[in-house]
């Protein structure tokens, strides 16, 4: 490859030069952190119609979400108008910087043809572009760094907020229906690996943890038909799974896995009275993190801010439900969840009304 002359050097630098004053002229203006903020606005803003839409949808847990996103709202508001006059300000003083550099760029386009004037200016311009870049990139730290926190906390809420509207569609469009009173926590997309350790031809679906139950559905396409390896026809299976009482989990484990340790899977040990001993899923969320919300929906913690309180004759039901089968003197030994209406002896099939 042949060595550039001189002239064509000279050349290739002012273009690159050029490139870079072309996109200073957003970068004076602070297009960026101005995008941020508005983006911010428009978060702040939505969230708590996000929360009225979800309260609607029947999400009855968390009744201080209402109060956190009004906090966001107040603090915004006050946040707001400073980031403006920054911004305006900052914004003002780096076009200024900018402006002699436009004026100076014809003339140097013109003095190409003789490398060794140019060379001069463009040294000098070049620094003087540089120098403008880096005092650009400081005053965008300093105004993100005037929200920085607030920006994690909206964050932090408007991820939380993306999870409960994810469970409220998946539970729209599930097969099955939840119980008078029972309101779903959370819903994560997940394989139930049902020997211990992911296989080929694990149901794929949706793990929903409720305040009294925890509810796997397979909700996945199918292969049905391939050509040459390729897939060219597909059937959608969708189906309850399993389903279990909450009070019934015994222990909850965490593990990663993976090539790089970046799947995280949760196996939850029952008691006696569950459909099965053991069930191990691969989830798409914080496996830490559901290991909590379990352990919280069992110990009835989500029922002390619920934001609809539960109907206490559906609790009194409960605790008026029969032990012993009045036809065959069986004990029973089934959780009775809240919203039931009848309990079905194991022993004879006799069906009681709650």
Request: proline share 4%; glycine share 6%; aromatic share 6%.
């Amino acid at each position: 490859m042949a060595t550039p002359s001189p002239a064509q050097q000279i050349a290739d630098e002012i273009r690159a030069l050029q490139n870079k004053v072309n996109s200073l002229q957003d970068g004076v203006r602070l297009a960026k952190v101005r995008d941020a903020v508005e983006d911010m606005q428009t978060k702040v803003s939505s969230q708590p119609q996000r929360i009225m839409t979800a309260r609607g949808r029947g999400y009855f847990f968390e009744k201080d979400l209402e109060a956190q996103a009004q906090s966001f709202v107040d603090s915004w508001a006050m946040l707001y108008p400073n980031l403006q006059s920054q911004i305006n300000l900052q914004s003002t003083a780096l076009m200024n910087a900018l402006r002699p550099i436009e004026m100076q760029m014809p003339q140097l386009t013109a003095s190409a043809y003789n490398p060794a004037a140019a060379r001069g200016t463009l040294n000098t311009m070049q620094s003087a572009v540089s120098q403008l870049e880096s005092k650009v990139s400081a005053a965008e730290r300093t105004i993100n760094g005037m929200y920085d926190q607030f920006d994690r906390q909206v964050s932090e809420f408007v991820r939380h907020m993306d999870q409960v509207e994810y469970t409220l569609t998946q539970l729209a469009e599930a097969t099955f229906r939840l119980l008078p009173t029972e309101g779903a926590l959370m819903a994560v997309k997940a394989v139930w690996c049902k020997t211990g350790k992911e296989q080929k031809g694990d149901p794929e679906g949706v793990l929903y943890l409720t305040d009294q139950r925890l509810i796997f559905e397979q909700k996945e396409e199918i292969v049905t038909k391939k050509v040459l390896f390729i897939a060219t026809e597909k059937q959608k299976v969708q189906g309850l799974q399993l389903e279990a009482p909450v009070a019934l989990v015994d222990n909850v484990q965490t593990s990663k896995a993976g090539l790089l340790k970046n799947e995280d899977h949760i196996e939850i040990r029952f008691a006696s009275g569950a459909p099965v001993q053991s069930a191990h899923f691969h989830i798409w969320q914080d496996c830490a993190a559901w290991q909590g919300l379990i352990n919280r929906a069992k110990s009835k913690d989500f029922d002390q801010g619920r934001a609809v309180a539960i109907d206490q004759a559906e609790v009194e039901k409960v605790k008026a439900a029969p032990t012993q089968c009045p036809a065959c003197g069986g004990a029973i030994t089934q959780q009775v969840l809240r919203g039931q209406d009848t309990i079905k002896c194991e022993f004879c099939g006799n069906v009681m009304r709650l």
